[in-house]
């Protein structure tokens, strides 16, 4: 009876790895026709949600799913597409892939692991999830030994798991020893790169490997119980000392520095002029260090809750005082990139470090209520992280691009500024040619500033020339590369199609 219950344990192991096998080699599949020609668009939508699906599938194979929680994470892996999808900026591009892999990566690991709460969760990043992303070929081993009492497809498993490399490489040695050899399988490929249908070939059986490694990992972690109980930082009184005097002395620094911002907040542009600068200039050499010292201040607090959960009082009160003084600098960061914009216009680069400081500063925010209410670092850094993912994924859904090109072009055509600089518009995506292309057939300013009116007239018809070939290549794009397309391409073809010739 023993032997009975455990074959057919056996058997349910062999049946769920046949799975995970065939759901590799689907994802495998639409990973070669889709995102291996271009991780963007279309490819990149229909790939993320099909590997979504996979792992949801994966997770629920050994029992139903018990840690409800990591469903969170699916939230930014489907914004993040659905802007990959509509926007074909760079940034959108590379930020959604770091989102949706980040946010997949912890959905994988926390989906398949044993049954905790969210708030009992101590380590939210342990280091095995870091591992078996990178390297999950550790279960391989395991996996296949399931299929060692079925001798016929286990022998066939393990067979094309062993001969697979070693045909792909005898069969390249034999193509350079024999050009007959060669030649015919060159028909056989309607005479292509013959050596790019080699590298794919590897590539794809690397990543069926990769697939179904992962799965298996997966799969095997769900029978293992693991116990995580919450505990709480102990801070003996030399680190107290350590941490007193380290953060006494940035708020030393900070609160000069502070000073001098007030200067600057109610003396304004005369105090700033009184110094022998421009307020731009002023502006311009100030945001991003300002930035760069408010990301620091983030990742010093952070370690510092992290090693000693702000529990004495002087530590708390001197944390809480740097984020203090670090959201005065914000504010004087932002001010400073707001002059800048005024007087030189607005950037993607702009937009984007706006978001970033602003993005800390609601952190720094939540990590100062987290402080002064004591709450456990382990569910406030939860807390944050998932936010984080959130708020980052949702801001791709806004067309900066667009927002960028039609904030410069407003301030040009009323009139506001002769700062303008067609040819930046002109490297921004296709995200921004809606808004672009009707500048061409509007009249540009004169009146204001008549001795620019000759050059920028030149400069119109140049630029119509840019957008005539550009629409061409976007036409060309739509018609071609229909996997890496972006509903952005559409919309900057109707867009251009009311340029005329």
């Not at 759901?23 to 995102?35: A, Q, R």
């Not at 179904?212 to 095997?220: E, H, K, N, Q």
């Amino acid at each position: 009876m023993q032997n009975s219950t455990e074959d057919h344990g056996e058997k349910n192991k062999r049946d769920q790895f046949t799975k995970i096998l065939v759901i590799s080699l689907i994802l495998t599949v639409i990973f070669h026709v889709l995102p291996a020609n271009g991780f963007y668009g279309l490819a990149f939508f229909v790939f993320v949600l099909s590997l979504s699906y996979g792992i949801t599938y994966i997770a629920r194979l050994e029992r139903p799913m018990k840690n409800k929680w990591a469903y969170w994470f699916l939230a930014p892996v489907v914004i993040s597409s659905v802007a990959n999808l509509l926007y074909a900026g760079s940034v959108v591009r590379g930020l959604s892939l770091l989102i949706v892999f980040v946010s997949l990566v912890f959905y994988a690991y926390w989906a398949c692991n044993a049954p905790i709460g969210f708030s009992d969760l101590v380590t939210f990043w342990p280091f095995k999830l870091f591992k078996d992303t990178i390297w999950p070929f550790g279960s391989l081993g395991r996996a296949l030994s399931r299929f060692k009492h079925d001798h016929r497809l286990g022998s066939v498993f393990l067979g094309l798991f062993i001969a697979l490399p070693f045909v792909l490489l005898f069969f390249v040695v034999f193509v350079s020893a024999d050009v007959v050899f060669a030649n015919y399988f060159k028909h056989i490929f309607n005479d292509a790169q013959f050596g790019e249908y080699i590298f794919k070939l590897i590539r794809d059986f690397v990543v069926l490997i990769f697939f179904f490694a992962s799965g298996a990992t997966m799969l095997l972690r769900q029978s293992k119980d693991r116990v995580h109980e919450p505990q709480d930082a102990v801070v003996n009184p030399f680190a107290q000392t350590v941490y007193v005097t380290f953060l006494s002395s940035l708020n030393i620094l900070f609160f000069v520095f502070v000073i001098f911002q007030l200067a600057y907040f109610f003396g304004g542009q005369d105090y700033v002029l009184s110094q022998g600068l421009t307020y731009a200039d002023y502006a311009r050499h100030g945001f991003f260090e300002l930035l760069l010292a408010s990301g620091m201040v983030l990742a010093i607090v952070s370690a510092i809750y992290y090693l000693s959960g702000l529990k004495l009082r002087l530590t708390r009160f001197f944390t809480l005082a740097l984020i203090v003084q670090t959201g005065i600098i914000i504010v004087s960061a932002l001010h400073r990139l707001f002059i800048y914009v005024m007087v030189y216009g607005l950037s993607v680069q702009r937009w984007w470090a706006a978001f970033c400081i602003i993005l800390i500063a609601v952190v720094l925010l939540m990590v100062f209520v987290a402080g002064l209410k004591q709450y456990v670092y382990h569910l406030t850094a939860k807390v944050i992280f998932i936010a984080v993912l959130l708020v980052s994924s949702s801001a791709l859904l806004v067309n900066s691009e667009a927002l960028v090109a039609r904030y410069n072009i407003d301030r040009f055509l009323s009139g506001q500024t002769n700062v303008f600089d067609p040819d930046y518009l002109n490297r921004l995506s296709e995200d921004a040619i809606p808004e672009i292309a009707p500048l061409v057939q509007t009249p540009w300013p004169t009146a204001d500033f008549a001795e620019h009116s000759v050059v920028w007239e030149l400069q119109r018809e140049y630029y119509y020339k840019l957008l005539l070939s550009k629409k061409e290549a976007v036409n060309e794009k739509i018609r071609k590369n229909w996997r890496t397309l972006s509903l952005s391409h559409i919309r900057a073809s109707a867009a251009m199609d009311s340029l005329k010739d």
